[in-house]
C-alpha cells in the first residue's frame, strides 16, 4: 500500500526556488550589460582630454583609476568595475601616463 504523507510537496518547494534564483540571476545579469553599455556609451561621447565623466564629441584613449594609478583600454572589464569616482579619461600617451606615475593594467595590456 502506497502511503504519502500529508503537507507540501518537497520537490515542488525546490523547483520554485530553483525558479526565483534564476530569475534573480537573469535579473541582475541584465542590469550588469546595461551598466557596461551605459559605460561604453559615456566613453563614446566624451569631450576633455582627461575628465572624470565623459561627455560628448570626442573619444579618449585611456581610461585612468585615480587610486590605483593603473591604465586601461577603454573597453577593459577593470573600467566596468573601478568605482565611477576613481575613473578619468584621457588622451596622454602611455609614456606621458608613466611619468605621472601611472601603470599598465595587466588585463587589458
Same mark, same amino acid.
Given at each position: ?12 518547494i +525546490? ?9 534573480v =540571476?537573469l ?5 550588469s +550589460?546595461?551598466?557596461q553599455e551605459? =559605460?561604453v556609451?559615456?566613453?563614446?561621447s =566624451?569631450?576633455?582630454?582627461?575628465s572624470?565623466?565623459p561627455s %560628448? ?5 585611456? =581610461?585612468l &583609476? %585615480?587610486n590605483?594609478?593603473?591604465i ?6 577593470s573600467?566596468?568595475?573601478m568605482?565611477?569616482? &576613481?575613473r578619468q ?6 609614456e606621458?601616463l608613466?611619468?605621472?606615475?601611472y601603470?599598465?593594467?595587466k588585463?587589458c595590456?
Open positions: 500500500m502506497y502511503y504519502r504523507k500529508k503537507g507540501p510537496n518537497v520537490w515542488l +525546490v523547483v520554485a526556488l530553483i525558479v526565483i534564483i534564476v530569475a =540571476a535579473q541582475n545579469h541584465q542590469k +550589460v546595461s551598466a551605459t =559605460a556609451k559615456s566613453w563614446e =566624451a569631450e576633455n582630454s582627461v572624470s565623466s %560628448t564629441s570626442a573619444t579618449f584613449s585611456y =581610461a &583609476n %585615480t590605483t594609478m593603473k586601461h583600454k577603454p573597453n577593459c572589464s573600467v566596468f568595475e568605482a565611477d569616482h &576613481n579619461w584621457t588622451n596622454k600617451s602611455i606621458e608613466e611619468s605621472e606615475g601603470t599598465k593594467c588585463r595590456f
